[in-house]
């Protein structure tokens, strides 16, 4: 057999590292779950995204074109389930309060912060008192979210039994409800602080109509949480955010969305720093 000539040898090496490209291409595939969360994450009815969470990945996937951010619609109920069964890597802007302790999760440092409140319909005479003895009111709330008034519980049927509580499917609604003055139905609301500032800007009007507790429900601090066994830890995408982070470009959708960073919010993300695995005390990410 004839000796492989240097230009045909190079030739072969360069079609076998063509032959690998779409395995590599596909271990580099981030899979994002997302869920209607506005501000934050506000997924349109063509379930085009849009929020903070939409800038953060366009500039994400610019900055990192060695990866390709794909993303995987879920529900506040669903999204656990799909956690488990491995249907996404990645989920941006979760409370690590909210179940994510009790599974073998990457969580990162908080990098958003944002609070519920209590509202309810302006009227004479109406006044914080009306937030006392939740138990005894009519109560709209969003399904599947964790609420600190419930102890963070979201089996429906568990939270009827405790309170009078009508479930929503979005903030927009849960306001309409409350608009509507029937307290057969609605009386007291929750909503992020975030969207209702921002329906606020936008609609004037309402600015006298609703009467909000002085005491939120819960203040919650975000993290990224990861599954172990996908294609990057928390570590990889706390190095992808700290460009952003510098020049000033995440704390600026962040203000323009109405969001807060938490006190404990660190401008650099060290490679050394680690960062704690939910559930497994002792354990850090990689």
């Known amino acids: 057999m004839a000796p492989i000539r240097p230009v045909t040898a190079m030739v072969l090496a360069f079609l076998l590292t063509l032959a690998t490209l779409p395995a590599n291409a596909a271990e580099r595939e981030i899979r994002v779950g ?12 063509d379930h ?11 500039a994400l996937a610019t900055l990192n074109p060695q990866y390709r951010f794909r993303i995987v619609h879920t529900s506040p109920k669903r999204r656990y389930l799909d956690f488990d069964a491995r249907l996404y890597d990645v989920i941006f802007f979760e409370s690590a309060d909210w179940q994510w302790r009790d599974k073998p999760a990457l ?55 405790r309170f ?23 009386e007291i609301g ?3 602080h975030a969207y ?21 429900d819960q203040i919650y601090r975000l993290s990224v949480i990861a599954n172990p066994a996908g294609p990057v830890t928390t570590r990889d995408i706390l190095q992808m ?18 969001l807060q960073l938490p006190d404990t919010f660190e401008t ?10 939910s559930g497994r005390p002792g354990q850090t990410a990689q």
């Open 34 to 45: 997302v869920y209607h969360f506005p501000p934050i994450a506000k997924v349109n009815q």
């Open 268 to 277: 650099t993300f060290p490679a050394s720093a680690t960062v704690p695995v």
């Open 190 to 192: 929750l909503i992020n």
């Open 164 to 186: 009078h509580i009508e479930f929503s499917d979005s903030n927009h609604r849960t306001l309409q409800l409350i608009k509507a003055d029937r307290p057969s139905v609605a």
């Open 107 to 161: 969580i990162s440092p908080p990098l958003l912060q944002d609070e519920d409140l209590f509202i309810a319909l302006a009227k004479p005479g109406r006044d914080q008192s009306f937030f006392h003895h939740l138990d005894q009111r009519r109560i709209v709330a969003r399904a599947g979210y964790h609420y600190a008034f419930a102890d963070f519980e979201t089996d429906p049927v568990k939270l009827q039994q």
């Open 196 to 216: 209702l500032m921002t329906h606020l800007a936008q609609h004037p009007e309402d600015r006298d109509r609703f009467l909000i507790r002085e005491q939120p």
């Open 48 to 58: 085009r995204l849009e929020g903070l969470l939409a800038d953060v990945l366009a």
């Open 241 to 258: 955010l700290t460009p952003l982070v510098a020049d000033g470009r995440y704390l600026a959708w962040v203000e323009h969305w109405g």
